[in-house]
């Protein structure tokens, strides 16, 4: 693990364009998208180097970036795989069966949650915001929704193919619309 952290030149200038977003009287505005252009440059996971290097470019005290990473789910401390697997067990999702989606992957990828395996990181998180279409994962970014056993058996064969996951609902809904409207009926 590395103690030394720098943004990418590229990088950098994606900073000042977040920075020109966010008030000026308020820099630390800017924590979560800086921390996550921080993740998404060091192969998915936060070193406490980057914490700090946030830290400083937004004023802030360390521990208040820190509380901030160990608050979100989204945020890893710890290396991760190069395939994210975020499964909600909040109650609508668990409600709609995420709790035998969690069995899936413990079947299908030898998985536990906070287990990475094969490049794969599997992680039980609360609520990723699309309860209307539960049961719902959150794979690398993108979420696929209105899924069962049957269905998130075949996305985990492709996540363990490396084949490319289609993000959306697998029953063809459209945003929010109602479950019979999507599968044709009135």
């Not at 208040?64 to 710890?78: C, P």
């Amino acid at each position: 693990m590395s103690n030394i952290f720098k943004f990418s030149s590229d990088n950098q200038k994606k900073i000042q364009k977040i920075l020109e977003i966010y008030p000026k009287e308020h820099p630390e505005s800017a924590v979560m998208p800086l921390l996550d252009l921080a993740q998404n440059q060091n192969d998915g996971w936060l070193p406490h180097a980057a914490l700090e290097v946030v830290a400083a470019l937004l004023n802030m005290p360390k521990i208040k970036v820190h509380e901030v990473a160990t608050f979100y789910t989204m945020y890893h401390l710890k290396p991760v795989g190069k395939t994210v697997i975020n499964v909600c067990t909040t109650t609508p999702c668990w409600l709609r069966g995420s709790d035998e989606l969690m069995k899936v992957c413990k079947r299908k990828l030898d998985l536990s949650p906070g287990e990475t395996k094969s490049d794969i990181s599997l992680f039980e998180v609360e609520c990723l915001g699309g309860c209307v279409n539960a049961p719902i994962v959150q794979i690398n970014g993108d979420y696929v929704e209105d899924l069962d056993t049957v269905s998130f058996e075949k996305i985990c064969e492709d996540v363990k193919l490396g084949n490319k996951i289609k993000a959306g609902s697998v029953i063809g809904r459209v945003s929010s619309e109602s479950f019979n409207n999507a599968r044709g009926e009135i």
